[in-house]
């Protein structure tokens, strides 16, 4: 059995050998280039030129054709010109130059590409028409308008492009300052990604038309003061067309051509077989990987070292700095096999346009989550008011209550925002559950069932927890509201407001028609000398209790009204029927007229104790009109019958003042 040790030892000696192996196929490649090439200092973002040209069948570059192209530039000096003036250098490549020139016809600043006087070959003019003719076909935003071609005056080709005023990218990376401002974007690396997207747009559209670019890199990009995004460099692009007759085809490609720091591994092989769109899209990819590490794909201390390490295309290693969303784009877009790597421009630009809305999903979650922060501290003050059970925290209390409601309002919208932008975001998916969880505890705790049952119903599941608290809070709920439900039919019960003018004036007339009958008595005993006798006091109660039943009967719907009006009107029909028996009872019993008067003032304040205990506490003073009855009575025996009449008035006219002001205050009468 192998130790690890003995694995990692073997899987270093692999990787040594396939190393050597991949250093060897190179060298056999470099032998074909040519020696200026192979003496050239060169860095890994310099392009190599084939030394041999993939050429089609149908020899798409002769003299024919060139002699075909009008003259641009004539005279000694170029600065004489028919067409084109020519002022100054705009920028050196490695192969080709870039000159301002004013167009007489159209009276407009150009820009005229032409291939270095050092650098003349045919191999560069070749390179340099392919890329006039390329451009030409792609009409895109981001590809810089062509708008003639042609020769000077030594014949060599001239390409005449808008002139764009800005920088490359490759300056704007290295010195941030230097990026237009008109580049929007939260931070620098969503305004390079953002760029980086509509250099995506080019391509695919290059690739719409069968074309490959081959030399992506923040070098052969433009940025405009006025935000153009423009592809420059199309001079090592070929047709993916095997019937093409006009341009190099990718099939035909047997040498080495590109950019070394970013270039992929049948780049670096020159495998023109196995060019293809993927290609593009390394290359996109190893421009990635330079805006978010500042460092080229591949890297060596020599031009063969950074060669050997593109062929070999070993997965980059990231730091943790790099995101993690990005670092695995890069890594599959980068792949040392094509069928492994991203599956087109479109795929590879829709991954970074999902990244920007990942990223500012992200910053939407960070903003709920700084306000779930301050929607905790609330709520941790709130629940420490409410454990004080303080009146005097009662108004903190309620501002603790709308400081909570209002940041989880806050901090829900920005949740829901995050989740807008990107509907896979986890984190705040998960966060706003919790969050949900926190407010729906919160009004269950208020006693807000209603808003605690709606943020459950919208927890998905789990909750179980949640839902048998709200279960119990309603049971709870049901019984105060049932209980609230009782006192309140107790209280309506008790209320003595309803009917209360019409006791008033039934007190008021029964307290008179009751006077009358002592006073009338006493009048027949001192006018005509008549003495009362059993037959006439029994009449005289008989008479008063109909009297007052009939006006119950008559005004039942105004004296009776709910339990305490019946109780009332019970209490004194009964007492007057007690009174009638009473008489009764001492007429057959043969007592003394006078005797029962005091006994029946004592029974009708006993009544109206009890009625007062029961009902209404401020009928008690009543009582003592019947008190002061029943111990005048039965001092003054002979005279019990007249005395009645005070103790009578002072009752039922302290009734009747008691309910009038009632009515007339709309009060509450139970004590």
């Known amino acids: ?48 030129g084939a030394a041999r040209a993939a050429q089609s069948s149908g020899a798409w570059v002769d003299a024919g054709l060139r002699r075909s192209l009008p003259r641009l530039v004539e005279g000694e ?14 920028g050196e490549g490695g192969m080709g130059v870039v000159r301002l020139a004013h167009q007489r016809s159209l009276n407009r600043e150009v820009a005229l590409k032409s291939v270095r006087d050092e650098r003349r070959t045919p191999q560069a003019e070749r390179a340099l028409l392919r890329e006039a003719w390329i451009s030409g076909r792609l009409e895109h935003p981001n590809i810089v308008p062509v708008h003639a071609l042609g020769v000077d005056e030594a014949g060599s080709p001239m390409l005449v492009m808008k002139r764009v005023e800005g920088v490359s990218w490759a300056q704007a ?12 974007g939260s931070d620098e690396l969503e305004r390079h990604l953002l760029i980086l997207i509509q250099v995506c747009n080019a391509v695919h559209f290059a690739h719409d038309r069968g074309i490959l670019h081959r030399d992506l890199k923040p070098e052969n990009v433009m940025l405009g003061d006025y935000g153009e995004v423009y592809v420059l460099d199309w001079g090592l692009a070929v047709t993916l067309d095997q019937h093409e007759q006009s341009l190099p085809r990718a099939v035909d490609v047997c040498d080495v051509a590109g950019s070394p720091g970013y270039m992929a591994p049948e780049m670096a092989g020159a495998e023109g077989a196995r060019l293809g769109t993927w290609t593009d899209v390394y290359l996109l990819g190893s421009v990635l990987h330079e ?25 980059p290693v990231l730091g943790p700095e790099v995101d993690a969303e990005l670092a695995a784009l890069i890594t599959e877009a980068t792949a040392a096999d094509p069928g492994a790597r991203v599956t087109s421009v479109q795929a590879f630009r829709a991954r970074i346009q999902a990244f920007l809305e990942h990223r500012e999903s992200g910053r939407l979650t960070e903003a709920a989550r700084c306000r779930r922060q301050q929607f905790e501290r609330a709520l941790r003050v709130w629940q420490e008011e409410q454990a004080r059970q303080d009146e ?133 005993v001192r006018l ?78 006993l009544n109206l104790v009890v009625l007062a205990l029961a009902v209404d506490r401020r009928m008690l003073p009543a009582s003592l009109g019947f008190l002061f009855n029943a111990l005048m009575g039965a001092a003054l025996l002979e005279h019990a019958l007249a005395l009645t009449a005070f103790g009578i008035l002072y009752a039922t006219g302290y009734l009747a003042w008691l309910w009038r002001r009632d009515a007339r205050q709309g009060l509450a009468s139970p004590q």
Request: with cysteine.
């Open 173 to 184: 990376l290295a010195e941030p300052g230097r990026l237009p401002a008109v580049f929007a």
């Open 528 to 605: 005509l000398d008549v003495t009362p006798t059993w037959p006439m006091i029994v009449a005289e109660m008989g008479g008063i209790a109909g009297v007052f039943f009939l006006a119950v009967w008559r005004w039942r719907k105004r004296l009776i009204q709910n339990r305490a009006t019946y109780s009332i009107m019970l209490a004194v029909g009964a007492t007057l029927a007690t009174s009638t028996v009473l008489r009764v009872v001492g007429w057959v019993m043969g007592m003394d007229v006078q005797m029962v008067v005091p006994l029946e003032n004592l029974i009708f304040m």
């Open 291 to 315: 805006v978010v590490t500042g460092r080229m794909r591949h890297q060596g201390r020599t031009l063969m070292a950074t060669l050997v390490a593109a062929h070999a295309s070993e997965p």
């Open 392 to 524: 005097r925290v009662e108004a903190a209390l309620r501002e603790a209550a709308v400081q909570v409601t209002q940041c989880f309002s806050e901090s829900r919208f920005a949740y829901e925002q995050a989740l807008a932008v990107w509907a896979q975001n986890g984190a705040a998916e998960r966060e706003l559950h919790g969050l949900l969880r926190e407010m729906a505890g919160f009004e269950l705790e208020r006693g807000e069932l209603a808003a605690a049952e709606a943020l459950i119903a919208q927890l998905e599941g789990g909750e179980e927890a949640l839902r048998a608290r709200l279960e119990e809070a309603r049971r709870l709920e049901e019984a105060r509201a049932a209980e609230v439900a009782r006192l309140e039919r107790m209280k309506r019960a008790l209320d003595l407001r309803p009917g209360s003018l019409a006791r008033a004036r039934l007190a008021m007339w029964l307290g008179v028609v009751w006077t009358l009958f002592p006073l009338a008595h006493v009048a027949l």
């Open 1 to 48: 059995m192998q130790t690890g040790h003995e694995m990692t030892l073997k899987s270093k000696a692999a990787a040594a050998a396939h190393t050597t192996k991949a250093r060897g196929e190179l060298l056999a490649l470099w032998e074909t280039l040519d020696q200026e090439h192979a003496t050239l200092l060169m860095e890994g973002s310099e392009t190599l």
């Open 77 to 90: 000096e170029r600065g004489t010109s028919v067409e084109f003036r020519v002022a100054r250098t705009l």
